[in-house]
């Protein structure tokens, strides 16, 4: 089955944010064609989360995993672990004070 290229994606999601009224930035912009993409999601009061998609080897199954959640600055040092060890990686920077990321709605995984 076709991929679909990492910036086709991360193009269909911020739009899917911005229908739902949902500030998002990409604060990374890694690889256009097969870079990875972490979300970090800001909910403003000095906490965040930072999910990362996983592939099941088993199922053949891609879901969203949280890679880290707490203080924002934490967050935010996990990331840029993150990028050191990957400079194709996308960053999409969410913020919403409701925890929305919409990473659970069909078709995102």
Do not use: C
């Amino acid at each position: 089955m076709a991929r679909l290229t990492t910036r086709f994606w991360v193009d269909a999601y911020l739009a899917r944010l911005s229908f739902q009224n949902i500030p998002a930035y990409v604060t990374a912009h890694g690889d256009d064609s097969a870079g990875a993409v972490l979300v970090k999601l800001a909910t403003l009061d000095g906490r965040a989360r930072a999910f990362a998609r996983s592939f099941d080897l088993m199922s053949g199954e891609r879901r969203w995993e949280e890679l880290t959640s707490g203080d924002e600055r934490e967050v935010d040092a996990s990331v840029a672990r993150q990028r050191s060890f990957d400079p194709d990686l996308w960053v999409i920077e969410v913020e919403d004070r409701q925890g929305r990321h919409l990473l659970d709605e069909d078709g995102l995984a």
